[in-house]
């Protein structure tokens, strides 16, 4: 079953919403669509973002959602045409940067915290925070014609926040030569160094995002969520209080409808039938 979805913020573009919405069976598909923008971090597409990822979080047919892209790119960061019209502002527009700084820091907070894996599928360019926005993905497929880069050093702005999610995705060095040189990455370069899963053919990131998200949906909803909360927890504790925190995930997992009913089906050589629970 195929449903579609447009999403308009409350101050989107009158050319249409930055965003569209559709659903194909369980997986939901988020478009970025301000192609003519470059699919910009705009103060539009934030809220769109955020308003969507809030709906999808109480969803529960939805099991996994793939983001992509039209265009030219797949986001090439923040709008600065936005952020220096404020510059005229009484405060030099530092509020207003504040406020769209904290709302894309809640819209990836917000994709960490879905409980439906969300994988990205990345066609062409992705920058600062649209490079960002593919490292805080779960799960990342990118063509063969896609590079990713941090180049806020070459205009005076460090790319600080994209830093964030850049440095828990690949090696600290790997990370460091991105921001510190602003150079673009290619396609091969961004799976070896571990920011996207695999490498596709050009036109193809979207389909094979697809076959992914539908492997995941396969699952017991219920196990694939508690997996993604826990995996994210642990990552910020140290050794000692991650195996701890894992011990008590693993003994209510064990406990649960599905984790008997797949440990059932192994040993009598069936499909599992899950309940989600």
Same mark, same amino acid.
């Given at each position: 079953m195929k449903a579609q979805f447009s999403v308009r913020a409350a101050r989107g573009s009158a050319a249409g919403p930055p965003l569209l919405r559709e659903d194909i069976g369980n997986i939901a598909v988020l478009t970025l669509d301000r192609p003519q923008a470059r699919n910009t971090m705009s103060e539009? /597409?934030? %809220?769109?973002? #955020?308003?969507?990822?809030?709906?999808? !979080?109480?969803?529960?047919?939805?099991?996994?959602?793939?983001?992509a892209a039209n265009g030219p790119a797949f986001s090439a960061g923040h709008d600065l045409k936005e952020l220096t019209a404020h510059r005229a502002d009484p405060d030099h527009g530092r509020s207003y940067t504040r406020q769209i700084m904290e709302s894309c820091s809640a819209v990836m907070l917000a994709i960490l915290r879905l409980p439906q894996p969300v994988i990205a599928a990345v066609e062409a360019t992705a920058t600062a925070a649209g490079c960002q926005l593919v490292?805080?993905?779960?799960?990342?497929?990118?063509?063969?014609?896609?590079?990713?880069?941090?180049?806020?050093?070459?205009i005076g702005l460090f790319c600080s926040t994209? /830093?964030? %999610?850049?440095? #828990?995705?690949?090696?600290?060095?790997? !990370?460091?030569?991105?921001?510190?040189?602003?150079?673009?990455?290619?396609?091969d370069d961004a799976y070896r160094i571990g920011l996207v899963n695999r490498v596709v053919a050009p036109g193809a990131a979207r389909e094979q995002?697809?076959?992914?998200?539908?492997?995941i949906a396969a699952k017991s909803a219920a196990v694939v969520r508690l997996g993604k909360e826990a995996f994210y927890r642990q990552l910020e504790m140290n050794i000692v209080d991650a195996y701890n925190y894992a011990n008590e995930v693993m003994l209510t997992n064990m406990m649960a409808r599905d984790a008997e009913e797949g440990m059932s089906a192994f040993v009598e050589k069936r499909t599992p039938i899950w309940e989600d629970r």
């Open positions: 539009a /597409m934030l %809220a769109a973002l #955020r308003q969507e990822l809030e709906r999808l !979080a109480a969803h529960k047919r939805i099991r996994a959602v793939v983001l490292a805080t993905c779960d799960l990342a497929v990118a063509s063969s014609n896609a590079k990713f880069c941090t180049p806020g050093v070459h994209p /830093m964030v %999610a850049l440095s #828990r995705n690949v090696g600290r060095k790997h !990370a460091m030569e991105m921001l510190f040189t602003g150079d673009m990455v290619s396609a995002a697809l076959k992914l998200a539908r492997k």
